[in-house]
């Protein structure tokens, strides 16, 4: 079947795809878009967490289908040009980024709380990182990121 | 496969009348999981999605919640916590937040896990869940007669559940859950009650303790005799015990990779006694602020 969404403000347009086939699959595979990782497939490790028609949710578990006509913003619609996000900024600089594979799905995470509590407290950071697994950082850096990310977002 | 995807209820309904294999799609929280390992190929997905009234939800004229099968954890948080706290509460130790955006009530019922969150909320508040046919019209199914057995439910195959309907709490409503991480955890066990003062009694609800989500009806009935509603005097520690037993007895839990039954039955007790201390505790501040 085909599939028209909008992808990073983009018309796209994904041909032959199977019905039982995720969104992100379409993205990493069908339009090139490999920022969403697939780790689980089931929901639990958050790595390929984009933006659904401005609510973040795993692409891993909606059907491509359910994506049509609808507005998708990966990892890769964050920065502006060249320009990195503040979010993404702040995880290079704290060393919040160590293998990576985590790290599209944080940001996009940490993004989203951010627009909605400019200024969150340790526990709410904690509440929205919770669906998002790293085997690397220990999470204290990725806490850091998110900390100097507010900081800097409230300091423009 | 097939991917159908229905403008209106009305086309949805025809739908899976004739393909009664299909399986309904909306938040994909369970579904997705199941086609994306391969242990699922159904004949068809019916994805809900473009159904705008499955996720709206109403006061209806008689003063209960109806509210869509399809409106996200997310937004039963947000918007009906102070009608529905209890639900609120167990929506809340749904997933993760991406999980809570998708994952519905409607969802919940459809898989019919014993370990879904959203049954213990609705049993001990007396929900009924709406489903429609197209040929049979709409059927008020309570919730205590949905759950059939272990991820069945009363459901005919051409039936699609449209709505849930439960009244506003007229009392303090508490649920727990036992599980081995704060996030993304399936229950172990959960529990659920709600006090009900008007009608001086109490309703409970069991996760994950037997083979589907049921009530404790003993230990209500307990509840409904012994509870002091007038006088709001100090629940007893006797009373707390024969309560937490009772519930226990209700369950009829298995061993498996999350817990053994001993420790469910264990848990049920333990989780019941505190809710309802939580709950009456609740109840005794309103009774002395009104007094």
Redesign the interface.
Known sequence: ?RVNLTVNGRAETADGV???E?LLYVLRERLGLPGSKNAC????C?SC?VYLDG????A????A??A?GREVRTVEGLADGDRLDPVQEAFVECGAVQCGFCTPGLVV?AH?LLERVPEPSDPEIR??L???LCRCTGYEKIMDAVRLAAARKAAR | MEFLRPATWEEALAAKADVPGAVPLQGGTDVMVEINFDVRRPAALLDLGAITSLSDWEVAADGRVRVGAAVPYARIITELGDRLPGLAQASRTVGSPQIRNRGSVGGNLGAASPAGDSHPPLLAGDAVIEAESAAGGVRMIPADTFYTGVKRNALRPDELIRAFWMSPATGPQYFSKVGTRNAMVIAVCSFAVALHPRERRAGTGLGSAAPTPRRARAAEDFLAAELDWDGAAPLTGPLLARFGELAAEAASPIDDVRGTAAYRRHAVAVMARRTLGWAWNDYRERVASCA
Do not use: H, I
């Open positions: 079947m199977w019905e039982g995720s497939e089931q929901g639990e958050g967490t609510l973040p949710v795993c891993c578990l909606v059907a289908g359910q049509e995470q989203d509440e929205a919770a669906g998002n």
